[in-house]
Every structure is written in structure tokens, then in C-alpha cells.
């Protein structure tokens, strides 16, 4: 009898027969000392890492203090048998990111609905705007943030949008937006629509009409989950008023926001402490799952 069992083939067939009286203690002893060959190790402490053949159900343990991105490589690089599983530790500091190669890969949660964190955004004025036209429909313009997950608005250019990144595998949003217009005549009419890719017309469209008898008036809007193409679909939210060519828009009052309620596939996901199982499902598909996912 041997100390240990240096490979699992050769604890198979050590143990090939599991007949009743054929494990004696020495047996037992062998075993228990081969245990860390049924999962074995291997730890990154890199800032990229690309799996390899050799993780094949094996665990590989993430140990950065910074972030970590890592690769999942696709099918014509390193041919993973269909089924292989990689479980993915997380030991330091660092956030662990697993990205498929980008158009090759395809990344997939089982549930498919929610990302595994929140992806949003939200957009304002810095200042007020002042004596603007806005008696023909017009996008309102957002020149600040406060907050941005993912590259969905941009100061400077476009600023009158949110953009549902390239690459994000977002494929439902819900949208909203207040707007406070001041210093216009009273007893009027106006509204408030979100846009889609510019028209009022889509699935799941929303809008605020008004007719106000005040100078001033807050409009706004909330839509439900909204289907998006990832990389093309943009939203704006479009205001227009009756007559008057002069109106304010509030800063400290209105505001603009978007909110990702399903992701599929996931595209790149980065995960918390404790573990996720990535298992090869096609040629070029995996799913991940876990409860470091959350």
C-alpha cells in the first residue's frame, strides 16, 4: 500500500471494486491524505489572468489586492471539453473580474433577469437653463452626474441621452425623469415623453401631459421594463411647451435616470468574497453561477 494517491485516476483505481471488506484502515489513511487531489489549486496573483486547460474542474483562487481581470478564452484557443467546471475563489482585497473574449464568448447567469449589481445611472443640470425655446419637442440637456455605472451619459457630447453600453448584455430598463420648468405664461399646455432612439413610439412608452395655470410646473415620468438593444438604443426625455419661447429649467428640480432590471448574456461580471462556478455549456458558451454573485 502506498502513503498517498498522487492522481485521481490512481485513486480510482485503488478504490475501483468498492467491495464490502476490501477498505482496510491503511486505506482510510490514503484517502484522507489524497483529498486535495479530487480539487486542486492554483492561485493567481496577477492583475490578468486567461484560464487554461489545466483549471479544468479544478478551483482557482484569486489573491490581489487590486482588481483582477480574467479571460475566458474562446473555444479555438483552448478547446474546454463541454461540461468542464472552474470554481473561482476570491481571497484578497481585489474584485475579480470574468470577462468572455469579447463577440466569441458567450457569458450566461440561470436566471437570466437581474444583474448581479446595480447598473444605473442618474443625470442633472449643473445650473439652470434659461430662457430656452422649447415650443417644438425637444430633448432636455443634462450636463452633470449623480452617478454612473457603466458609461451611460456623457457630459459633453450627446449630452441629452442615456446610451445602453456596447457589450453590457443589458436587454430590459425602466427609465424616469422630473422636469421643473419656470417663468412662462400661465394657463398653458405642454408634456413630458421619453424617447426612444428619438420617437415617442416604442413598447413601453411613456409620457406627462399638462396644462398648467401657474408660471411654473413640475412634469415627470416613470416608465416599466423597456426592452433594449445593448450598443444602439438611447433614451432622451423630450419636453415641449404651448407657446412661450422663454422657459427655465429648474436645476435643483429635475433630473433624468435610467435602471437596468435584466441582463442576457451577462458580458463581463465581476463577483464578491466566496466563490462562482463557471461550466462550459457550448462551443462557446458558459454559465456562471454561485453565492458570491449575490
Same mark, same amino acid.
Given at each position: 500500500?502506498?502513503?498517498?494517491? %498522487? ?21 482510510? %489513511?490514503?484517502?484522507?491524505?489524497? @483529498? ?9 496573483? &496577477?492583475? /490578468?489572468?486567461?484560464?487554461? =486547460? ?19 478564452? #474562446? ?5 474546454? $471539453? ?15 473580474? *470574468? ?6 464568448? /458567450? =457569458? ?6 437581474? $444583474? ?7 443625470? #442633472? ?5 434659461? &430662457?430656452?425655446?422649447? /415650443? ?10 449623480? !452617478? ?13 441621452? =442615456?446610451? *445602453? $453600453?456596447?457589450?453590457? &448584455? ?20 405642454? +408634456? ?7 420617437? #415617442?413610439? +416604442?413598447? &413601453? ?28 438604443? !438611447? ?24 435602471? @437596468? ?9 465581476? !463577483?464578491? !468574497? ?21
Amino acid at each position: 500500500m502506498v502513503d498517498t494517491v %498522487r492522481t485521481r485516476s490512481a485513486l480510482a483505481l485503488l478504490f475501483a471494486d468498492n467491495a464490502a471488506g476490501n477498505i482496510s484502515a491503511q486505506d482510510l %489513511r490514503d484517502m484522507l491524505a489524497s @483529498v486535495p487531489v479530487l480539487n486542486p489549486q492554483n492561485e493567481q496573483t &496577477g492583475a /490578468t489572468y486567461t484560464f487554461a =486547460l489545466a483549471d479544468a474542474d479544478q478551483s482557482v483562487i484569486f489573491n490581489r489586492a487590486s482588481a483582477q481581470a480574467v479571460t475566458i478564452p #474562446k473555444n479555438s484557443v483552448i478547446a474546454f $471539453p463541454i461540461g468542464t467546471r472552474i470554481r473561482c475563489v476570491r481571497k484578497g482585497a481585489g474584485l475579480p473580474t *470574468i470577462a468572455p473574449v469579447d463577440g466569441d464568448v /458567450t =457569458l450566461h447567469k440561470p436566471t437570466g433577469i437581474k $444583474p448581479n449589481r446595480p447598473m444605473k445611472a442618474m443625470v #442633472k443640470r449643473a445650473t439652470d437653463q434659461t &430662457g430656452a425655446n422649447y /415650443t417644438s419637442e425637444t430633448a432636455v440637456p443634462w450636463d452633470a452626474e449623480v !452617478y454612473d455605472t457603466d458609461a451611460f451619459h456623457d457630459n459633453s457630447s450627446n449630452n441629452t441621452r =442615456l446610451s *445602453i $453600453p456596447s457589450g453590457s &448584455g443589458i436587454v430590459r430598463v425602466h427609465a424616469g425623469a422630473v422636469v421643473r420648468a419656470a417663468n412662462f405664461s400661465a394657463d398653458f399646455w405642454g +408634456f413630458l415623453a421619453l424617447r426612444k432612439d428619438g420617437s #415617442k413610439d +416604442f413598447d &413601453g412608452a411613456v409620457s406627462s401631459i399638462f396644462e398648467a395655470g401657474v408660471s411654473a410646473a413640475s412634469i415627470n415620468f416613470g416608465s416599466g421594463s423597456v426592452p433594449v438593444v445593448a450598443g444602439t438604443t !438611447y433614451f432622451d426625455a423630450a419636453l415641449q411647451v404651448e407657446t412661450d419661447t422663454s422657459v427655465d429649467i429648474i436645476a435643483a428640480r429635475s433630473n433624468f435616470w435610467v435602471e @437596468v432590471t435584466e441582463i442576457d448574456p451577462v458580458g463581463s461580471i465581476a !463577483y464578491q !468574497y466566496g466563490y462562482v462556478t463557471l461550466e462550459k455549456i457550448g462551443t462557446d458558451e458558459w454559465m456562471i453561477e454561485g453565492p458570491a454573485l449575490g
